[in-house]
């Protein structure tokens, strides 16, 4: 049963630099066609989509975080990449690592799966001085 | 941009049924998914494709799409159902989209 387990620093300064990632047990972070993702969570509100990675590392973002966030993909240590630059506390948040499944929609020639399963346990990163 | 709305809470007696709306734009022209998380947990897939379960989903759980409403019914509501349940979609312009939640109590 595929498995994702986020880690990284719970605290980061303001301004600087996000950085967490995702380690895939059970499964194989590459695959014939593979997409992954990340959500977030700010503490006592709602989801929002951070960007996802698929085959060949292509990667789509999220308009409002666009410019911030760099996804990427691993293969030699089957893990998975979340950087988000010039952070303030409104990033504050529990960070979701997912994969994006399910039938797929296009936009533009880019593909989004409908859905996300499954999720890992979360990490709760901290912008704070 | 594309809004999903929800009720914030929904209180559901022992038993009963609860419905869960969702509702936004022609949601009935998208398929949406729905998730479960209980306090202090990640969300869990509950529903997909508008209706469908994954495995391992009680059969309590089901799912409805028409016009600018879906719905999530709990049948049977059951304590270890309190959790927060968000709606999900995908739209051209705001791609994923999330319902803000709707916290069901069963009291």
């Known amino acids: 049963q595929l498995q994702l387990q986020e880690s990284g620093p719970g605290l980061v300064t303001p301004s600087e630099t996000l950085s967490l990632t995702c380690t895939v047990s059970?499964?194989?972070?590459?695959?014939?066609?593979?997409?992954w993702g990340w959500i977030r969570q700010p503490p006592g509100k709602g989801l929002q989509w951070i960007g996802n990675v698929y085959s060949g590392g292509n990667t789509y973002y999220n308009p409002s975080l666009k410019g911030r966030v760099t996804i990427s993909v691993d293969t030699s240590k089957n893990l998975i990449s979340l950087k988000l630059t010039s952070v303030t506390a409104a990033d504050t948040a529990v960070y979701f690592c997912?994969?994006?499944?399910?039938?797929?929609?296009?936009?533009?020639?880019?593909?989004?799966?409908?859905?996300?399963?499954?999720w890992g346990q979360g990490t709760l990163v901290t912008v704070s001085s | 941009s594309y809004d999903l709305t929800q009720p914030p809470s929904v209180s559901v007696s022992p038993g009963q049924t609860a419905s869960i709306p969702c509702s936004g734009y022609?949601?009935?022209?998208?398929?949406v998914s729905w998730y479960q998380q209980r306090p202090g947990q990640s969300p869990v897939l509950l529903i997909y494709?508008?209706?469908k379960r994954p495995s391992g989903i009680p059969e309590r759980f089901s799912g409805s799409n028409s016009g600018n409403t879906a719905t999530l019914t709990i049948s049977g509501a059951q304590p270890s159902d309190e959790a927060d349940y968000f709606c999900q979609a995908w739209d051209t312009d705001t791609l994923y989209v999330f319902g803000a939640g709707t916290t069901v109590s069963v009291l």
């Open positions: 494709q508008d209706s």
């Open positions: 059970d499964g194989s972070v590459i695959s014939s066609t593979y997409f």
């Open positions: 022609e949601l009935g022209h998208k398929y």
């Open positions: 997912v994969r994006p499944t399910g039938n797929t929609d296009y936009h533009d020639s880019i593909p989004y799966p409908n859905y996300f399963d499954p």
